[in-house]
């Protein structure tokens, strides 16, 4: 199963974009590419999801490059309640494989 | 939102004990999960269940069973709680549209279950 790699943490200024990189080196190709964040001791929130194409919702952008080894979630307008644990994960059917995640800080 | 409901939401219990910490979901989803996650840990797979009446072990070890009598409905139970079963436990379910990788998982908000 493919494993992901991402930053332990991050900083972002409150009102910038805020890009969390991610690399999974190892991903097969009918494996999706998934973001979640938890907040404090709540459930992780979906965010975002993708296979091969750039995704875009009202949260975010997925950015998957072309050879899909690596990733990048981009937060346009980061705001201090964006503060969070941010999970890069590769999903094959039930299988979501987490990884530690990167702790993404908003400061004012 | 997703409409998915755990409860209790924090619940201290005695070694021994039988617990049972419950899960429904109102979007009709056919696939539903329990996760195990210990603070600032990665989430941990212990069960899963395709649909009515099918329930799979996970890949992490757990003591804890499962039923799946309902769709909505997917409660996990510990016979005999012990100290190293404290931990906090999510529930998600997902649908199908799509095909079963492309259908997010939406998550309750936990039970933080401490045994002492």
């Known amino acids: 199963d493919a494993k992901t790699t991402q930053p332990p943490s991050m900083d972002c200024a409150e009102g910038r974009a805020a890009n969390l990189p991610c690399n999974h080196s190892t991903i097969s190709g009918n494996e999706y590419v998934y973001w979640y964040r938890q907040i404090h001791s709540q459930g992780p929130q979906y965010i975002i999801h993708?296979?091969?194409?750039?995704e875009t919702n009202e949260m975010a952008s997925l950015i998957i490059t072309e050879d899909r080894k690596s990733s990048t979630l981009i937060l346009p307008h980061a705001t201090l309640r964006d503060t969070a644990v941010y999970y890069c994960?590769?999903?094959?059917?039930?299988?979501?494989?987490w990884g530690a995640g990167t702790k993404l800080i908003i400061k004012p | 939102e997703a409409d998915i409901y755990q409860t209790p939401r924090y619940l201290v219990i005695g070694t021994g004990k039988k617990i049972t910490l419950e899960c429904s979901q109102t979007?009709?989803?056919?696939?539903m999960y329990w996760y195990q996650q210990d603070p600032g840990m990665e989430l941990h797979l212990i069960h899963y269940s395709y649909g009515v009446n099918s329930t799979e072990k996970g890949d992490l070890s757990s003591e804890s069973t499962v039923s799946r009598i309902r769709t909505e409905h997917f409660p996990l139970t510990l016979e005999s709680a012990r100290p190293s079963h404290t931990s906090q436990y999510l529930c998600?379910?997902?649908?199908?549209?799509?095909?079963?990788?492309?259908?997010?998982?939406?998550f309750g908000n936990g039970t933080r279950l401490t045994v002492t």
């Open positions: 994960i590769v999903r094959r059917n039930y299988q979501l494989i």
């Open positions: 979007m009709g989803h056919d696939k």
């Open positions: 993708g296979l091969k194409n750039n």
């Open positions: 998600a379910s997902s649908g199908t549209q799509g095909g079963w990788g492309n259908s997010p998982l939406h």
